[in-house]
């Protein structure tokens, strides 16, 4: 018997409509793969197990990322954790890699492959060409997982991108198999939005990290259910973190990119979350308008057809609304995962969660 | 008839145990003045009115700030908007003068007026001693008010300053006069919060200058009061913005407010903003710990006691919840106004609001 | 006997050719006037004199820039100062007012000055449009000027529009009255580069407003004159600022401009700066490339033809070598100024300086 | 016969004292370790050589750099490269990691390697205590080395830091092996200074991985060696990037490590950089002052100790001669490289600069 996603069982989050998957993978040319590793039980031996662990990567078009680099940008609300070529990012307003996501000390591993995975595809990179700087953010999946184990390696980069595709697999599977989200099981999570702007539709597409927030936080669509569940769900002593990428065909550059980024917190807030301490709250943006070649031909000023910001709002809405989902869809979508040395973290109760919201007047 | 503040009729705001007056001047030391210009009614005159604007002043501590300044900084979610001394604030990470608060094109005013205040009490300031680049903020009331006309001049901070105290008025008044907040009237707004870290209480105080959103949007404890309430108000034609200003005796450097301020931004978005376009959506931080002379006296090494990281979540949490309210506030306290060209911003029906509260089982 | 420009006697800083003008109105459309206040002598009394301060406008172009704002950006090498208009740059990548430079007390009426200009000139601002934010910076002449009394004033915003036009006087005038340089008489500098980029040819102007440093760090063209020098002046107690504007027709977008930006604050290192801890060193930067109306009508996507960041660094060149040129150029023309108290800075002794760049090889 | 350092063969770079080693190492506790990978010749075979590339760690103390974060910070002059860990530098304001330096390609390895050199002396991270994300920085060593071959793995690392010590190797050694600086050969280069403040003696020491500009910028002391030596080395078709690390035992926090790492590209352009578009130009400063437990036992105030900004030019005076040293010094012992495809890079020629810097009056 499967989880309804939170939409499919009656959650609403706005007005805005939805795209065709309610998938990141809306946006025209985005795919996402999952590696998922998952293997062992009970007591934790470093080194052997038990593995709840894995590699998610956004791939944001079909092309080479290299050599066709999209506009993109990264807002740390907080910024405890990591997120490699993040400064190259932002010198250029670029992305020019897949974007890898996996557990924090795996961060390594999934750089390396997305390095191999590149310099495969460009063989000038290296030599003639630039050096390969990728993009990987992560959150900590150690209370699941046997993190100090190491067991995230480049070739599982690979295996991900091989598997990528438009159906995007949530809860807990890929870099989510071992997340935790205000202490049920979380993970992955994705959502989308239809948004017209003075007659043109654009899409944004979020997928989600989900690893952060404690109960007592969790908030859907205004009810705080996590205060009136009567789970037992354990505590996790240290609060994880949220990995927040957000896809739009909409034609904006980095700066642009970047407010949009920012609306995203926005969105994390509505489910709860008070961004604490030890949660690295990452948001990664791209848009897919306005590619060019990274060694243009002959041509040396290129032309942007950039949205004027007058009419982003829109797309305000939208990404708020939309980050809020995808959350909620990684809690609707994570099943009870048991881990290293027995820890447990229960998926959210789907029943008594849509009872609460209906006697808050909601559905 | 007064109208109520949002707790007072019953709005719960999470379960972060609130100061003595709910305001921002439950911060040791903390004052708040306004001075509220109201004049003409009708057709708009530029120069003549109708006026509806004013001054709000913060006051971070009894003592002059030019030689006291307080650990400080400032988060901008959306930089639409003004703040001026904005860079030495970020270099320093200090606030080394009187916070003032007012519309738009007052800022040269009200700048001017902290100059001449602050040169009254520092006959070196300018001299030997560092000129003086004061902190002010500023909102758009132009729906209301005669913007273009000015009104506010240097002598109305010196109003402001001199009816400082501990009892702040919410709504329509000093800066607040001509604000509108999701359509309804808003103004300044303002909470408290006592947050226990380890033993040790510590007081975050929040006041907003609240001009922002869309009556759709609006929502209070998670219920989206806008979209639901029968309200025929009109609507503007631009989105404004909001300044939270946050004072906290909690001991903190600025890159810690930093942290703070981000989250306010997270309150902000649990009253439905999603930071639209226009609206410079900025906020300013500081503590009242660790104060040290400008010109420390034969002393080269200063000491701070700070609060480590670890301990900062219960802030946070402390501050997403008292921005909601101190917003929520704005509204609940802001009486209809009308200004200029007969524009009419209705007072939030508090009743109405109330009702659909019950109705979603808050209250 | 008019003292000549560093260039006129020599003086060599790099090889990238200059304009005509070799001023930053060699960049097409760019205007540059100055208001002058100079009045009394001797003893400071407070609010009479003696006066040595001004006020200095740079137009970027010929339109109102309010509703044809130009890309821009700014970068705080040393953010001890007074920048109006910061926020809203950055998160809009534009400049949409006249650019203003005055004494650091003095911004407020020179903010109020071009807020009355633009309202002038755009009857809807402030009441169906936007209100209006505008971009003054400054530094601090108070060791010349009776800084306290605040003698700058709106109207002579107005002055120096009217005074505009493409000839740049340098040295003590404008904003440049009362500012002193490596201990010497500075100000107003200004210098240009015609850049080659792939075919195409670019203008590069940059205007400073001098007022930093001491006299032993003092450096031309690599020899450390101010060390050399057999001079007698004053050494004043704390150190001033350096404001650099760069113009550009380089189809360049805010980031890009940033980067300019960064790379000016190398020129003043060339000439011997270290970004003393009271320098506010601060660079603003526009292109007058991809101009747009602020309410373009009936179009939503807006075409921007910008320049490949791998063609930057020619750019990057000529921007490092006219700051260093166009310093150095304030203090050529900077001639000894006696102001508040007596206090004298003197002019550069040019054969002195001349010589010493012979004994080492240049000229 | 050993090439001579910058200052043993008379150049001088500013006034300030040097420390005893004139190396980063001056700052008590810093230490730095080589690991240098140098294997084959002739022609390039991906995977087998020629390798000319290496490791370099720089150790903030002798303790764990984990369990006792120093304050620290960075700034990117020009990101056009990697650090990894830089969101986490920057929202704590601490480097909690040994720092690697290596190729660009390499950095996935060490950061692997600290990784598992961090986790076996923390054997509670990534179990009940925070997980480990490393600070890594990198240049791109291309010209000369097999940078496809990935030829740095993770135990690379290790032997770094057991080579560590006081004395610090310069030029082509560890990270610097295949360095280009100038179109000479770089890498490696270090200096210090012993700065007084008030009575008060602080040391700052810098070490730089050099690999950036182009011959005909390389000025020494002012002069302009690289357009005046007869020299006809190659050009490098990219320009490399520049990491410079900075140590100090001054009492600084994070806010004001950033003002330093601010000044150290003043010094870098002191040596005729432009910090051109591909040069990663990228800064890490931290202080050795006012360490504390990552997990203090009991304690949730902390007291740090800081200088007043006041007091902080003399700092930056140090910081930009200190890094133009380091940068000269690399290039003064940086011995002619012939690596990958036989691409060849000459040693500076020292004799011919010395010449050239008597002929224009130094020495």
């Known amino acids: 018997m499967s989880r309804p996603r939170a939409r499919e069982a009656g959650v609403r989050f706005g007005d805005v409509p939805i795209g065709s998957k309610n998938a990141i993978t809306d946006v025209e040319g985005v795919k996402v793969g999952h590696c998922t590793l998952r293997k062992g039980d009970g007591k934790l031996i470093q080194g052997e197990g038990p593995v709840r662990t894995g590699v998610t990567v956004i ?3 079909g092309d080479d990322l290299y050599s066709r680099p999209v506009k993109g940008t990264y807002f740390a609300l907080n910024g405890c954790g990591g997120l490699t070529g993040a400064l190259q990012v932002e010198e250029f307003g670029k992305i020019d890699s897949v974007i890898g996501l996996t557990n924090t000390m795996g961060m390594a591993s999934v750089a ?3 390095v191999k995975y590149t310099l495969e595809r460009n063989p000038l990179a290296g030599i003639e060409h630039d050096t390969v700087i990728p993009v990987v953010s992560e959150c ?7 993190a100090r184990g190491l ?26 198999t071992g997340m935790v989200c205000y202490d049920f099981k979380g993970g992955i999570g994705t959502s989308s939005r239809k948004v017209e702007v003075q007659g043109e ?5 979020i997928i989600v990290l989900s ?6 936080e969790l908030t859907i669509d205004g009810v705080h259910v996590g205060k009136l569940l009567d789970a037992s769900n354990p505590h996790r002593k240290e609060n994880g973190s949220i990995v927040t990428v957000i896809a739009t065909d909409a034609p904006l550059d980095a700066r642009q990119l970047r407010r949009i980024a920012k609306r995203a917190g926005m969105g994390l807030a509505l489910t709860g979350s008070c961004a604490r301490n030890g949660s690295g709250d990452i ?19 290129l032309t942007d057809n950039l949205l004027v910001d007058n009419e982003m709002s829109a797309l305000f809405r ?7 989902e995808a959350i909620v869809n990684s809690l609707f979508k994570g099943e009870t995962v048991r881990g290293r040395d027995d820890n447990t973290v229960p998926g959210l109760p789907i029943d008594e969660t849509l009872q609460l919201l209906k006697a808050h007047g909601r559905l």
Do not use: Q, W
């Open 211 to 216: 690893n952060h927030g404690e109960r007592e």
């Open 140 to 146: 900590d999946d150690s209370y699941l997982n046997d």
């Open 112 to 114: 390396e492959g997305i």
């Open 151 to 176: 067991h995230v390696r480049p070739e599982h980069v690979f295996e991900a991108i091989a598997a990528a595709g438009d159906n995007v697999s949530e809860g807990a599977v890929g870099a989510g």
């Open 318 to 324: 939208a990404t708020v609304d939309c980050t809020a």
């Open 283 to 301: 948001m990664i943006a791209f848009s897919t308008a306005n590619v060019h070649d990274r060694y243009p031909e002959k041509r040396f000023v």
């Open 59 to 61: 791939l944001p078009h």
């Open 201 to 205: 539709e654009y899409s944004i597409g």
